[in-house]
């Protein structure tokens, strides 16, 4: 079997997303995911003009090699664009093979673990009422795990709170990126924010009892130091996890976070390669591998961190916001189903303009996922759904201080 056409579409059915499509010389087509959120097309273009040419012709079932040599054949390794490229690539290798063989990827990669990955749901609120009739109406939708993020007095516009919920109660399907042609600018006070979480997480807690697994994401804005007193500040209310706590482009900063709190951590969704964990992993920095298979160069590579994190018994809690798109979920779904180092699987449903160009084989009952059992990944990409729908321009929001000086988003 030989590949005969590589294709590269972008659609932007309630938010912008990139596909790969693979076509192999009988017929049998495999998709991948490689969006980036607020640079889709970057991938498209490095896509489209360096690496669809250098498939044709090739053996679709070599997809070591494959991956191997889109990564050292072009010299320049890594970076966000080239590993969303690589990604794509993958995913629809891993598909091909499964329709090939007949059987769902989770099958080809040692078969089911569990019965279905479990997710948690995103809670938020502009004060504590809102948050908890936002919680509750997770929990009714089958949750087992919930997200908190709140709003904090002094901060306007804060991440992980929807921009409209902030004012009117409504979720904007771009969230967090905006449509436009400039990031919108939000704003941001670490002090008030240490001093509110707390308060919030402890009426949590009084609120829901203490069996409920509460998360939080602190969206990279704080310093190792600052880190550590919230996590110390969060032990009382035992949290499942604390997310990007710290920027993680320095792996040693972690050390000092882990050495002054038992809150446990979980890291890299900006994360591409397995250079930017594996110190985290080895020395048992965190306890969550939060990388995307779209945005880690695949399925092949995030399979192979999560091997090598089973030895430090650190578990995986892929990243599943709706800019990865339903392909690039299934992918990590197939995976999560396998190992045996399954954590917690974030889990947004996409909208249904989502769901019209791409046909989901995935069920999320009573708080668990399961990818199904249709060979390949077990998701239909429709190209005329998603002509529908060209590609509009979103960028994410950015942050300022109060003296204007830029921090962390
Ligand atoms: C999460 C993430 C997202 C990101 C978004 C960026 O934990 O789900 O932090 O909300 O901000 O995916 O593209
Ligand atoms: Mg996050």
Redesign the pocket.
């Known amino acids: 079997m030989r590949i005969e056409k590589a294709e590269v579409f972008v659609t932007s059915p309630s938010r912008n997303f990139v596909t790969l499509r693979i076509t192999t010389d009988d017929g049998v087509t495999g998709i991948g995911d490689a969006t980036l959120?607020?640079r889709e097309l970057a991938v498209a273009a490095y896509l489209k003009e360096h690496v669809c040419q250098l498939l044709l012709d090739k053996d679709p079932s070599t997809i070591e090699d494959t991956w191997q040599f889109l990564y050292r054949a072009s010299y320049w390794r890594r970076g966000p664009v080239t590993m969303a490229a690589i990604a794509a690539v993958d995913m629809a290798l891993w598909d091909i093979k499964g329709k090939v063989a007949g059987l769902p990827v989770y099958q080809l990669l040692g078969g089911a673990s569990r019965r279905g990955c479990r997710a948690y749901g995103?809670a938020s609120g502009r004060d504590l009422e809102h948050l908890f009739d936002s919680i509750r109406e997770e929990l009714d939708l089958g949750y087992k795990s919930i997200?908190v993020q709140t709003s904090v007095p002094g901060i306007e516009k804060l991440?992980?709170v929807a921009a409209q919920e902030q004012s009117t109660g409504e979720r904007y399907d771009f969230e967090?990126?905006n449509r436009g042609t400039q990031p919108v600018e939000e704003d941001w006070d670490t002090r008030a924010y240490l001093r509110h979480v707390p308060t919030v997480f402890e009426a949590v807690r009084n609120e829901f009892g203490p069996e409920l697994p509460l998360l939080h994401?602190g969206?990279h804005r704080m310093t190792p130091r600052e880190a550590a007193q919230l996590g110390k500040s969060l032990e009382p209310f035992d949290l499942y996890w604390l997310?990007?706590c710290t920027p993680a482009e320095s792996q040693e900063a972690l050390r000092l976070v882990r050495q002054h709190t038992t809150t446990p951590l979980a890291i890299g969704?900006v994360f591409n390669s397995v250079y930017d964990i594996k110190d985290l992993i080895q020395e048992q920095l965190i306890d969550f591998v939060?990388c995307a298979s779209t945005h880690f160069g695949g399925i092949t590579p995030l399979r192979k961190v999560m091997n090598f994190a089973e030895m430090y018994q650190v578990r995986s809690g892929f990243?599943?916001?709706?800019?990865?798109s339903p392909i690039g979920f299934a992918a990590q779904l197939h995976l999560g189903l396998s190992i045996h180092n399954y954590g917690l699987q974030?889990y947004?449903p996409h909208s249904r303009l989502t769901r019209e160009v791409f046909h989901e084989g995935l069920t999320f009952e009573n708080g668990y996922l399961h990818p199904g059992d249709t060979p390949g990944l077990g998701v239909e990409f429709d190209e005329t759904a998603a002509g529908r729908f060209p590609y509009d321009q979103a960028y994410?929001p950015y942050n300022r201080l109060a003296d204007g000086t830029v921090h962390n988003w």
């Open positions: 959120n607020g995103h997200r991440y992980g967090p990126a994401d969206h997310e990007d969704e939060r990243h599943g916001p709706t800019d990865v974030e947004m994410l």
